[in-house]
Protein backbone atom coordinates (compact mmCIF):
# COMPACT_ATOMS: atom_id res chain seq x y z
CA UNK A 1 0.00 0.00 0.00
CA UNK A 2 1.28 3.32 -1.08
CA UNK A 3 2.23 5.68 1.99
CA UNK A 4 0.28 8.48 2.45
CA UNK A 5 -1.20 11.75 3.14
CA UNK A 6 -0.19 14.89 3.34
CA UNK A 7 -0.82 15.92 6.85
CA UNK A 8 -2.09 19.34 6.00
CA UNK A 9 -5.08 18.17 4.15
CA UNK A 10 -8.47 18.06 6.01
CA UNK A 11 -10.45 15.90 7.50
CA UNK A 12 -12.81 15.72 4.79
CA UNK A 13 -10.28 15.83 2.11
CA UNK A 14 -8.57 12.30 3.50
CA UNK A 15 -12.05 10.65 4.21
CA UNK A 16 -13.00 11.38 0.42
CA UNK A 17 -10.06 9.52 -0.81
CA UNK A 18 -9.94 6.78 2.05
CA UNK A 19 -6.43 8.52 2.80
CA UNK A 20 -5.68 8.51 -1.36
CA UNK A 21 -4.17 5.09 -0.81
CA UNK A 22 -3.15 3.38 -4.11
CA UNK A 23 -2.72 -0.16 -4.52
CA UNK A 24 1.36 -0.66 -5.55
CA UNK A 25 0.59 -4.43 -6.82
CA UNK A 26 -1.94 -3.12 -9.81
CA UNK A 27 -2.51 0.08 -9.40
CA UNK A 28 -6.06 -0.08 -8.15
CA UNK A 29 -7.46 3.30 -7.10
CA UNK A 30 -9.74 1.53 -4.86
CA UNK A 31 -7.51 -1.33 -2.40
CA UNK A 32 -8.37 -4.81 -2.55
CA UNK A 33 -10.32 -6.41 0.44
CA UNK A 34 -7.62 -8.85 2.34
CA UNK A 35 -9.68 -11.93 3.07
CA UNK A 36 -6.56 -14.50 4.23
CA UNK A 37 -6.52 -15.18 7.40
CA UNK A 38 -2.84 -16.74 7.67
CA UNK A 39 0.44 -15.63 6.04
CA UNK A 40 3.52 -17.66 4.91
CA UNK A 41 6.49 -17.57 6.99
CA UNK A 42 9.42 -17.09 5.52
CA UNK A 43 12.26 -20.01 4.92
CA UNK A 44 14.59 -19.10 7.51
CA UNK A 45 11.27 -19.24 9.78
CA UNK A 46 10.63 -15.63 10.39
CA UNK A 47 7.63 -13.33 9.58
CA UNK A 48 9.49 -10.07 7.66
CA UNK A 49 6.33 -8.68 7.02
CA UNK A 50 5.09 -8.51 10.58
CA UNK A 51 1.71 -10.45 9.74
CA UNK A 52 1.12 -13.47 11.00
CA UNK A 53 -2.56 -14.68 11.43
CA UNK A 54 -5.74 -12.95 10.95
CA UNK A 55 -7.22 -12.27 14.44
CA UNK A 56 -4.39 -9.53 14.99
CA UNK A 57 -3.29 -8.77 11.06
CA UNK A 58 -5.54 -8.10 8.69
CA UNK A 59 -4.45 -4.77 6.35
CA UNK A 60 -8.27 -4.35 5.29
CA UNK A 61 -9.31 -3.69 9.42
CA UNK A 62 -5.67 -1.36 9.07
CA UNK A 63 -6.82 0.83 6.70
CA UNK A 64 -9.90 1.73 8.40
CA UNK A 65 -7.88 1.96 11.48
CA UNK A 66 -5.83 4.61 9.39
CA UNK A 67 -9.06 6.67 8.38
CA UNK A 68 -10.14 7.04 11.70
CA UNK A 69 -7.02 8.02 13.42
CA UNK A 70 -6.92 10.71 10.60
CA UNK A 71 -10.69 11.68 11.43
CA UNK A 72 -10.01 11.68 15.09
CA UNK A 73 -6.72 13.51 14.90
CA UNK A 74 -4.98 10.46 16.92
CA UNK A 75 -2.10 8.61 16.52
CA UNK A 76 -3.33 5.28 16.89
CA UNK A 77 -7.08 3.71 15.90
CA UNK A 78 -8.60 0.49 16.52
CA UNK A 79 -11.51 -0.91 15.00
CA UNK A 80 -13.50 -3.66 16.74
CA UNK A 81 -16.96 -5.89 15.94
CA UNK A 82 -19.04 -3.60 17.49
CA UNK A 83 -19.66 -0.73 19.34
CA UNK A 84 -20.18 -2.42 23.11
CA UNK A 85 -16.65 -4.19 21.76
CA UNK A 86 -15.38 -1.00 21.68
CA UNK A 87 -16.81 0.63 24.68
CA UNK A 88 -16.13 -2.84 26.95
CA UNK A 89 -12.79 -3.27 25.61
CA UNK A 90 -11.70 0.22 27.81
CA UNK A 91 -13.31 -1.01 30.49
CA UNK A 92 -12.03 -4.13 30.70
CA UNK A 93 -8.30 -2.91 29.98
CA UNK A 94 -8.73 -1.93 33.67
CA UNK A 95 -7.85 -3.53 37.02
CA UNK A 96 -10.92 -4.79 38.73
CA UNK A 97 -10.84 -2.84 42.18
CA UNK A 98 -10.13 0.42 40.15
CA UNK A 99 -12.99 3.21 40.02
CA UNK A 100 -14.30 4.47 37.52
CA UNK A 101 -17.59 7.52 36.95
CA UNK A 102 -19.96 6.74 34.04
CA UNK A 103 -22.96 9.13 32.96
CA UNK A 104 -26.09 9.45 34.36
CA UNK A 105 -27.18 9.66 30.70
CA UNK A 106 -25.61 7.39 28.19
CA UNK A 107 -26.39 4.88 25.83
CA UNK A 108 -28.77 2.29 27.75
CA UNK A 109 -27.38 -0.99 26.85
CA UNK A 110 -23.54 -0.15 28.33
CA UNK A 111 -24.93 1.35 31.00
CA UNK A 112 -26.56 -1.71 31.48
CA UNK A 113 -23.63 -3.97 31.13
CA UNK A 114 -21.11 -1.51 33.41
CA UNK A 115 -24.04 -1.37 36.80
CA UNK A 116 -24.23 -5.25 36.34
CA UNK A 117 -21.61 -6.90 34.27
CA UNK A 118 -18.85 -4.69 35.41
CA UNK A 119 -19.61 -4.25 39.15
CA UNK A 120 -19.46 -7.88 39.32
CA UNK A 121 -15.88 -8.52 37.31
CA UNK A 122 -14.78 -5.78 39.88
CA UNK A 123 -15.28 -2.48 39.25
CA UNK A 124 -16.55 0.01 41.17
CA UNK A 125 -18.86 2.49 39.39
CA UNK A 126 -20.44 6.02 40.75
CA UNK A 127 -23.40 7.07 38.04
CA UNK A 128 -22.84 10.80 38.27
CA UNK A 129 -24.24 14.11 36.62
CA UNK A 130 -21.22 14.43 34.44
CA UNK A 131 -22.45 17.68 33.17
CA UNK A 132 -22.44 19.23 36.51
CA UNK A 133 -18.67 19.67 37.12
CA UNK A 134 -19.48 19.61 41.03
CA UNK A 135 -20.53 16.28 41.39
CA UNK A 136 -17.70 15.04 38.66
CA UNK A 137 -15.75 16.72 41.44
CA UNK A 138 -17.27 14.91 44.29
CA UNK A 139 -17.40 11.65 43.12
CA UNK A 140 -13.28 11.14 41.78
CA UNK A 141 -11.46 9.35 44.05
CA UNK A 142 -7.60 10.82 43.68
CA UNK A 143 -5.27 7.82 43.36
CA UNK A 144 -8.48 5.39 42.82
CA UNK A 145 -10.17 6.88 40.21
CA UNK A 146 -8.82 5.30 37.02
CA UNK A 147 -11.08 6.14 34.13
CA UNK A 148 -14.10 8.85 33.76
CA UNK A 149 -16.56 7.78 31.01
CA UNK A 150 -18.44 10.78 29.18
CA UNK A 151 -20.55 10.55 26.02
CA UNK A 152 -21.61 13.86 24.49
CA UNK A 153 -24.74 14.72 23.18
CA UNK A 154 -25.77 11.91 25.11
CA UNK A 155 -28.44 9.37 24.59
CA UNK A 156 -31.38 10.63 24.30
CA UNK A 157 -31.50 13.59 25.96
CA UNK A 158 -28.24 15.04 24.56
CA UNK A 159 -26.86 16.39 27.30
CA UNK A 160 -23.72 18.10 26.74
CA UNK A 161 -20.52 17.91 28.78
CA UNK A 162 -17.89 19.89 28.86
CA UNK A 163 -14.75 17.57 27.90
CA UNK A 164 -12.23 19.97 28.73
CA UNK A 165 -13.55 20.56 32.09
CA UNK A 166 -14.13 17.31 33.17
CA UNK A 167 -10.64 16.03 31.66
CA UNK A 168 -8.95 18.78 33.94
CA UNK A 169 -10.60 17.77 36.85
CA UNK A 170 -9.70 13.66 35.86
CA UNK A 171 -6.22 14.39 34.82
CA UNK A 172 -5.31 16.38 38.07
CA UNK A 173 -6.51 13.52 40.06
CA UNK A 174 -5.07 11.05 37.42
CA UNK A 175 -7.93 9.26 35.83
CA UNK A 176 -8.07 8.62 31.99
CA UNK A 177 -10.87 10.32 30.36
CA UNK A 178 -13.16 8.65 27.49
CA UNK A 179 -15.67 10.07 25.20
CA UNK A 180 -18.33 7.84 23.75
CA UNK A 181 -18.43 10.37 20.34
CA UNK A 182 -20.50 8.44 18.39
CA UNK A 183 -23.24 10.75 18.23
CA UNK A 184 -20.92 14.27 17.93
CA UNK A 185 -18.80 12.70 15.20
CA UNK A 186 -15.25 13.68 14.40
CA UNK A 187 -17.32 15.99 12.53
CA UNK A 188 -18.06 18.00 14.63
CA UNK A 189 -16.17 17.56 17.63
CA UNK A 190 -12.39 15.54 18.10
CA UNK A 191 -12.59 15.04 21.76
CA UNK A 192 -8.58 14.35 22.05
CA UNK A 193 -8.47 18.11 20.97
CA UNK A 194 -10.30 19.13 24.26
CA UNK A 195 -8.44 17.09 26.37
CA UNK A 196 -9.75 13.27 26.23
CA UNK A 197 -7.15 10.30 26.49
CA UNK A 198 -9.70 8.30 24.62
CA UNK A 199 -12.79 8.59 22.21
CA UNK A 200 -15.04 5.69 20.97
CA UNK A 201 -17.53 5.09 18.27
CA UNK A 202 -20.36 3.17 17.40
CA UNK A 203 -19.24 2.87 13.84
CA UNK A 204 -22.57 1.15 13.57
CA UNK A 205 -23.88 4.85 13.59
CA UNK A 206 -22.68 7.93 11.33
CA UNK A 207 -19.09 6.84 10.44
CA UNK A 208 -20.65 3.68 8.43
CA UNK A 209 -23.97 5.77 8.25
CA UNK A 210 -25.91 3.12 5.82
CA UNK A 211 -27.67 1.01 8.55
CA UNK A 212 -25.84 -2.18 7.15
CA UNK A 213 -22.71 -2.68 9.36
CA UNK A 214 -22.30 -3.33 13.23
CA UNK A 215 -18.93 -2.04 14.05
CA UNK A 216 -16.93 -0.39 16.91
CA UNK A 217 -13.96 2.01 16.96
CA UNK A 218 -11.54 3.91 19.33
CA UNK A 219 -8.33 6.11 18.61
CA UNK A 220 -6.43 7.03 21.61
CA UNK A 221 -4.00 10.13 22.37
CA UNK A 222 -1.21 8.08 22.92
CA UNK A 223 0.27 4.81 22.09
CA UNK A 224 0.75 3.77 25.85
CA UNK A 225 0.42 0.59 28.15
CA UNK A 226 -2.89 1.32 28.85
CA UNK A 227 -3.86 1.28 24.70
CA UNK A 228 -1.55 -1.96 24.48
CA UNK A 229 -3.80 -3.28 27.02
CA UNK A 230 -7.08 -2.20 25.29
CA UNK A 231 -5.73 -4.05 22.06
CA UNK A 232 -4.81 -6.89 24.27
CA UNK A 233 -8.27 -7.20 25.05
CA UNK A 234 -9.69 -7.20 21.39
CA UNK A 235 -7.44 -9.99 20.55
CA UNK A 236 -7.99 -12.51 23.16
CA UNK A 237 -11.17 -11.93 23.28
CA UNK A 238 -11.31 -11.48 19.52
CA UNK A 239 -13.53 -8.80 19.52
CA UNK A 240 -12.54 -8.27 16.18
CA UNK A 241 -14.01 -6.66 12.85
CA UNK A 242 -14.04 -8.89 10.00
CA UNK A 243 -12.63 -7.66 6.63
CA UNK A 244 -15.63 -7.64 4.72
CA UNK A 245 -17.28 -5.23 7.03
CA UNK A 246 -14.29 -3.11 7.41
CA UNK A 247 -14.20 -2.72 3.84
CA UNK A 248 -18.00 -1.41 3.55
CA UNK A 249 -16.77 0.91 6.42
CA UNK A 250 -14.24 2.31 4.67
CA UNK A 251 -16.68 2.95 1.85
CA UNK A 252 -18.79 4.28 4.05
CA UNK A 253 -16.57 6.94 5.74
CA UNK A 254 -15.58 7.94 2.68
CA UNK A 255 -19.18 10.29 2.63
CA UNK A 256 -19.44 10.53 6.18
CA UNK A 257 -19.01 15.32 6.01
CA UNK A 258 -21.40 14.83 3.21
CA UNK A 259 -24.09 12.58 5.43
CA UNK A 260 -23.47 14.77 8.94
CA UNK A 261 -23.80 17.89 7.73
CA UNK A 262 -26.94 17.42 5.73
CA UNK A 263 -28.34 15.41 8.99
CA UNK A 264 -27.36 18.46 10.73
CA UNK A 265 -28.87 20.84 8.77
CA UNK A 266 -32.26 18.72 8.71
CA UNK A 267 -32.41 18.10 12.63
CA UNK A 268 -31.63 22.05 12.89
CA UNK A 269 -34.58 23.06 10.72
CA UNK A 270 -36.45 20.39 12.30
CA UNK A 271 -35.45 21.19 15.63
CA UNK A 272 -36.86 25.13 14.67
CA UNK A 273 -39.78 23.47 12.97
CA UNK A 274 -41.01 21.53 16.03
CA UNK A 275 -40.50 23.68 18.81
CA UNK A 276 -43.77 25.65 17.11
CA UNK A 277 -45.85 23.18 16.59
CA UNK A 278 -49.00 22.89 18.72
CA UNK A 279 -48.51 18.81 20.18
CA UNK A 280 -44.36 19.40 21.29
CA UNK A 281 -44.02 20.14 24.72
CA UNK A 282 -40.57 20.73 24.34
CA UNK A 283 -37.59 19.89 21.69
CA UNK A 284 -33.79 18.63 23.17
CA UNK A 285 -31.67 19.20 20.34
CA UNK A 286 -27.99 21.04 21.65
CA UNK A 287 -28.29 23.74 18.67
CA UNK A 288 -31.46 25.23 20.70
CA UNK A 289 -30.55 28.22 22.37
CA UNK A 290 -32.75 26.78 24.82
CA UNK A 291 -31.38 23.59 25.09
CA UNK A 292 -29.13 23.39 28.92
CA UNK A 293 -25.85 22.37 27.10
CA UNK A 294 -25.79 25.23 24.32
CA UNK A 295 -23.40 26.95 25.41
CA UNK A 296 -20.62 24.30 26.00
CA UNK A 297 -21.82 22.83 22.15
CA UNK A 298 -21.37 25.59 20.79
CA UNK A 299 -17.71 26.49 22.06
CA UNK A 300 -16.72 22.05 21.46
CA UNK A 301 -18.84 21.39 18.09
CA UNK A 302 -17.80 22.56 15.02
CA UNK A 303 -19.86 22.50 11.53
CA UNK A 304 -23.25 21.62 13.42
CA UNK A 305 -25.00 20.06 16.70
CA UNK A 306 -25.80 16.47 15.39
CA UNK A 307 -28.53 14.63 13.31
CA UNK A 308 -30.14 13.43 16.68
CA UNK A 309 -32.76 15.34 18.77
CA UNK A 310 -35.64 14.29 20.81
CA UNK A 311 -39.29 15.93 21.64
CA UNK A 312 -41.83 15.16 23.92
CA UNK A 313 -45.30 14.95 23.10
CA UNK A 314 -48.14 16.82 24.81
CA UNK A 315 -49.89 14.29 24.84
CA UNK A 316 -48.02 11.94 27.10
CA UNK A 317 -46.70 8.48 26.77
CA UNK A 318 -49.81 6.84 24.18
CA UNK A 319 -49.77 9.94 22.15
CA UNK A 320 -46.14 9.47 21.96
CA UNK A 321 -46.63 5.77 20.88
CA UNK A 322 -49.40 6.75 18.57
CA UNK A 323 -47.24 9.38 16.84
CA UNK A 324 -44.47 6.79 16.02
CA UNK A 325 -47.43 4.70 14.82
CA UNK A 326 -48.70 7.45 12.70
CA UNK A 327 -45.27 8.04 10.49
CA UNK A 328 -45.22 6.79 6.91
CA UNK A 329 -41.68 8.54 5.67
CA UNK A 330 -39.92 8.01 8.86
CA UNK A 331 -39.36 4.06 9.71
CA UNK A 332 -39.83 3.13 13.13
CA UNK A 333 -36.65 1.60 14.39
CA UNK A 334 -33.94 1.45 16.92
CA UNK A 335 -30.43 2.68 15.87
CA UNK A 336 -29.43 6.21 14.49
CA UNK A 337 -26.96 8.16 12.06
CA UNK A 338 -27.66 5.89 8.94
CA UNK A 339 -28.72 8.11 5.91
CA UNK A 340 -32.71 7.33 6.52
CA UNK A 341 -34.50 9.06 9.16
CA UNK A 342 -35.70 6.58 11.98
CA UNK A 343 -37.98 7.59 14.57
CA UNK A 344 -38.56 5.77 18.04
CA UNK A 345 -40.20 5.64 21.82
CA UNK A 346 -37.12 5.06 23.25
CA UNK A 347 -38.76 5.08 26.76
CA UNK A 348 -39.97 1.60 25.16
CA UNK A 349 -36.59 0.06 24.69
CA UNK A 350 -34.71 1.40 27.89
CA UNK A 351 -37.31 -0.44 30.54
CA UNK A 352 -37.51 0.89 34.16
CA UNK A 353 -34.64 2.80 35.66
CA UNK A 354 -33.50 4.81 32.71
CA UNK A 355 -34.09 8.77 32.73
CA UNK A 356 -35.74 8.34 29.20
CA UNK A 357 -39.38 9.91 29.73
CA UNK A 358 -41.97 7.89 28.67
CA UNK A 359 -43.64 11.00 26.68
CA UNK A 360 -40.11 11.07 24.28
CA UNK A 361 -39.69 10.52 20.68
CA UNK A 362 -35.91 9.96 19.48
CA UNK A 363 -35.63 11.31 16.02
CA UNK A 364 -32.27 10.41 14.14
CA UNK A 365 -32.21 12.62 11.37
CA UNK A 366 -31.14 11.40 7.78
CA UNK A 367 -30.45 13.01 4.53
CA UNK A 368 -33.80 13.51 3.02
CA UNK A 369 -35.99 16.41 1.93
CA UNK A 370 -36.25 18.17 5.18
CA UNK A 371 -39.93 19.29 3.30
CA UNK A 372 -40.73 15.27 3.28
CA UNK A 373 -39.73 14.80 7.35
CA UNK A 374 -41.64 18.08 8.20
CA UNK A 375 -44.30 17.13 6.40
CA UNK A 376 -44.36 13.39 8.14
CA UNK A 377 -43.86 14.32 11.72
CA UNK A 378 -46.69 16.79 11.29
CA UNK A 379 -49.28 14.55 9.39
CA UNK A 380 -48.45 11.89 12.76
CA UNK A 381 -48.71 14.46 15.29
CA UNK A 382 -51.88 15.59 14.47
CA UNK A 383 -53.34 12.25 14.30
CA UNK A 384 -52.03 11.16 17.70
C1 LIG B 1 -25.31 2.21 19.12
C2 LIG B 1 -24.49 2.87 20.17
C3 LIG B 1 -23.55 2.14 20.91
C4 LIG B 1 -23.35 0.65 20.72
O1 LIG B 1 -22.91 0.34 19.42
P1 LIG B 1 -23.18 -1.11 18.74
O2 LIG B 1 -22.45 -1.02 17.46
O3 LIG B 1 -24.65 -1.24 18.61
O4 LIG B 1 -22.63 -2.14 19.68
C5 LIG B 1 -22.80 2.83 21.85
N1 LIG B 1 -22.95 4.16 22.06
C6 LIG B 1 -23.86 4.87 21.38
C7 LIG B 1 -23.99 6.33 21.64
C8 LIG B 1 -24.65 4.26 20.40
O5 LIG B 1 -25.55 4.99 19.72
Not at 173 to 190: E, F, I, M, Q
Not at 209 to 232: E, P, Q
Not at 252 to 265: E, F, I, K, N, Q
Not at 349 to 371: K, Q
Amino acid sequence: MSENPNPHWSARTLAAQALGRIDEATRAVVPPIHVTTTFIRDPDNQYRTGNIYGRPDNETVREAEAMIAALEGAPVAMVLGSGMSAATAVFLALAPGDHAIVPKVMYWALRNWIVTDAVQWGLKIDVVDTSDLDAVRAAIRPGETKLVWLETPANPLWTITDIRAVADIAHAAGARVAVDSTCATPLLTRPLEHGADIVMHAATKYLNGHSDVIAGALAAARDDAFWVRIKRVRSMLGQILGPLEAYLLIRGMRTVDLRVRAACANAMELALRLSNHAAVAEVLYPGLPTHPGHDIARRQMTGGFGGMLSIRVRGGEQAAIATAAKVQLWKRATSLGGVESLIEHRGSIEGPGSPCPMDLLRLSTGIEDVEDLYADLDQALRQA
